[in-house]
Nanobody, 120 residues
Framework: QVQLVESGGGLVQPGGSLRLSCAAS????????MGWYRQAPGKQRELVAH???????NYADSVKGRFTISRDSAKNAVGLQMTSLKTEDTAIYSC??????????????WGPGTQVTVSS
């Protein structure tokens, strides 16, 4: 069983920066994908970015050029550096880990989430 714990959320002014971290523990297959999702009030959860254990990344168009995802595979940890934050980035950010199956990636676990609020 895999468990995830996020940290680093908080309140920041527009244009500011924030870094989120997520650490995984438990039995984790060597090839996996870790990612960040967010859900704003009244909206569906959406992908922010994810990164495979091989280092391949994918970003939502809305965060390209502003957010950077990174990982420490030895520690099974993933980070999200957020810069030039906008009020519309306000949401609960959750990390997850996916395991590669024969049919594709399957979610193995979600973190509880951390609140990010961008406001002046």
């Amino acid at each position: 069983q895999v468990q995830l714990v996020e940290s680093g959320g908080g309140l920041v002014q527009p244009g500011g920066s924030l870094r989120l971290s997520c650490a995984a523990s438990g039995t984790i297959p060597s090839f996996n994908r870790m990612g960040w999702y967010r859900q704003a009030p009244g909206k569906q959860r959406e992908l922010v970015a994810h990164i495979t254990s091989a280092g391949r990344t994918n970003y939502a168009d809305s965060v390209k050029g502003r957010f950077t995802i990174s990982r420490d595979s030895a520690k099974n940890a993933v980070g999200l550096q957020m810069t030039s934050l906008k009020t519309e980035d306000t949401a609960i950010y959750s990390c997850n880990i996916e395991i590669l199956r024969t049919w594709g990636f399957e979610v193995a676990a979600w973190g509880p989430g951390t609140q990010v609020t961008v406001s002046s």
